[in-house]
């Protein structure tokens, strides 16, 4: 792994950090460090984000991300909320992930993906690009094409357990960021989501069958979509008769 000012990150990682150039972020009580070369629009999307997460989430005791890759919604909210729950499924990102929150004790790292139920799965992951790295499906096709973006992937073994069976104390917030997998993670959270109503956050991923069955899969559980954040996530709030 590397240090690019407050950040470890895996060697072959071109996420754009650039170690000359530095801006500070202000969002209420968070104050965090986003360093990036022509990234901006990744940076406006995390303010955004913390933004609402803070005017919009009542209780702040449990946040829960699901794909924190390098904990870069994880660390700033490390100041916000109680409980952090990080679930990363990548073991060279979860290794930086664990040097990047050393110093917050409410941070808790699982080092496994999310999904319908208990099994291995293959991933494809991007060395130089992490964050857009995806279970492959059984067929092996990918979910999200990402050959415009020109990055190759090797292919790993990973482990995958249900929210469910983990026995999480009520969630606040759950932001899930996976790469055309959400639904799966959905699958094997409704207990949890029935039970918590939190505020639940979804990225908006390049795929209407996904997007179609995330609507209807979480209607079930008594919620509604509500808005967009930065046209990159979806929010979806408990419906007011619940």
């Known amino acids: 792994m590397k240090k690019i000012n407050d950040w470890y990150i895996c060697d072959e990682e071109l996420l754009g950090l650039d170690p000359r150039r530095q801006s500070l972020t202000?969002?209420?009580?968070?104050?965090?460090?986003?360093?990036?070369?022509?990234?901006?629009?990744?940076?406006?999307?995390?303010?955004?984000?913390?933004t609402f997460i803070i005017k919009n989430c009542r209780a702040k005791d449990v946040y829960v991300d699901v794909g924190a890759n390098y904990g870069f919604t994880s660390v700033p909210l490390a100041n916000v909320f109680k409980e952090i729950h990080s679930f990363e499924i990548l073991p060279?990102?979860?290794?930086?992930?664990?040097?990047?929150?050393k110093e917050f004790p409410n941070i808790k790292i699982y080092p496994f993906g999310l999904g319908r139920e208990e099994s291995n799965k293959t991933i494809a992951y991007y060395p130089k690009y992490s964050l857009i790295s995806?279970?492959?499906?059984?067929?092996?096709?990918?979910?999200?094409?990402?050959?415009?973006?020109?990055?190759?992937?090797?292919?790993?073994d990973v482990k995958i357990k249900p929210l469910d069976s983990l026995n999480l104390p009520k969630i606040d917030v759950i932001k899930i960021d996976v790469e055309?997998?959400?639904?799966?993670?959905?699958?094997?959270?409704?207990?949890?989501?029935?039970?918590?109503?939190?505020?639940?956050?979804?990225?908006?991923?390049d795929?209407?069958?996904n997007k179609t069955s995330i609507k209807?899969?979480?209607?079930?559980?008594?919620?509604?979509?509500?808005?967009?954040?930065?046209?990159?996530?979806c929010v979806f709030k408990p419906k007011p008769d619940r």
């Open 26 to 50: 202000h969002v209420d009580d968070i104050s965090y460090r986003i360093d990036w070369l022509s990234k901006q629009l990744m940076a406006t999307a995390l303010r955004d984000l913390f």
């Open 92 to 101: 060279s990102v979860v290794e930086c992930l664990q040097e990047n929150t």
């Open 134 to 156: 995806q279970i492959i499906n059984s067929d092996g096709s990918l979910p999200l094409d990402q050959s415009r973006r020109g990055f190759k992937h090797v292919t790993t």
């Open 180 to 205: 055309g997998y959400e639904f799966e993670v959905i699958a094997g959270a409704a207990e949890t989501l029935s039970r918590s109503q939190a505020l639940i956050i979804v990225e908006n991923v």
């Open 207 to 209: 795929d209407d069958k």
């Open 216 to 233: 209807k899969a979480l209607n079930s559980l008594g919620y509604e979509f509500v808005c967009m954040i930065s046209k990159n996530d």
